[in-house]
């Protein structure tokens, strides 16, 4: 098995709402990732946690704040975003972070932010 | 950042014919690559690997090639079908960090 879940599917949003996204997976995986896409580009990394501690943060804006409650799961809450936030949110999760690991992506969720 | 780029952002193959998408790298240190199919509205999947230390590897009806001279990694895709169709991203590994490739955008035209 291998398959990360994301929730919800879709979600829309104001500047002033607080929202989650959810990410869940039962691989045994200890890295997960979070990833921002736009349309027609490739994914870019935001953050990284590693056996459940934030290891890469790649100069999020604090709009956006990971958490990563157990081995399984991954949050990614929202707080007062902008509507060039808008994207596709994909989570990600490998058995290690290191060399010759594939990551393993879950569906995403497409956000708007009205 | 790393730069790992495609040659061409948009392919169109006629179905049942073999499609080449192509990627290049400019790490030589960099010691593992995956290719990735993302469809519309889905996230990247996984499709095939390779390591440094190979030059080809086989799937289910898909090849990678990697040419570590010319820092050159290809996905052949034979009797491309429809379901084929959608964005081809290279991704390498260097260290911790993975880099994606700007993306191929594959046409099957039945």
């Known amino acids: 098995d291998t398959e990360v879940t994301q929730t919800p599917k879709h979600l829309v949003m104001g500047m002033t709402n607080k929202k989650s996204l959810k990410c869940e997976q039962h691989m045994g995986h200890r890295a997960m990732y979070w990833y921002k896409q736009k349309a027609k580009k490739p994914p870019e990394l935001m953050f990284v946690y590693s056996y459940e501690k934030l290891s890469i943060n790649e100069s999020v804006p604090s709009r956006f704040s990971p958490e990563c409650p157990n081995s399984s799961l991954l949050n990614l809450h929202l707080h007062a975003l902008q509507p060039e936030d808008s994207a596709l949110y994909l989570c990600?999760?490998?058995?290690?972070?290191?060399?010759?690991?594939?990551?393993?992506f879950g569906p995403g969720t497409r956000l708007t932010v009205l | 950042g790393e730069s790992v780029g495609l040659h061409l952002p948009t392919l169109s193959v006629q179905e049942g014919d073999n499609s080449i998408i192509n990627c290049a790298y400019s790490?030589?240190?960099?010691?593992?690559f995956i290719w990735y199919k993302q469809e519309s509205g889905k996230g990247p999947q996984f499709i095939i690997d390779i390591r440094s230390n190979m030059d080809k590897r086989q799937g289910q009806r898909v090849t990678v090639l990697l040419n570590k001279t010319v820092k050159h990694l290809s996905l052949q895709i034979a009797a491309t079908q429809p379901g084929d169709s959608a964005v081809y991203f290279c991704?390498?590994?260097?260290?911790?960090?993975?880099?994606f490739g700007t993306g191929t955008s594959l046409t099957v035209i039945p």
């Open positions: 990600a999760s490998s058995q290690d972070r290191g060399t010759l690991l594939t990551q393993y």
């Open positions: 991704a390498e590994n260097t260290g911790n960090q993975f880099y």
């Open positions: 790490n030589s240190a960099s010691d593992y």
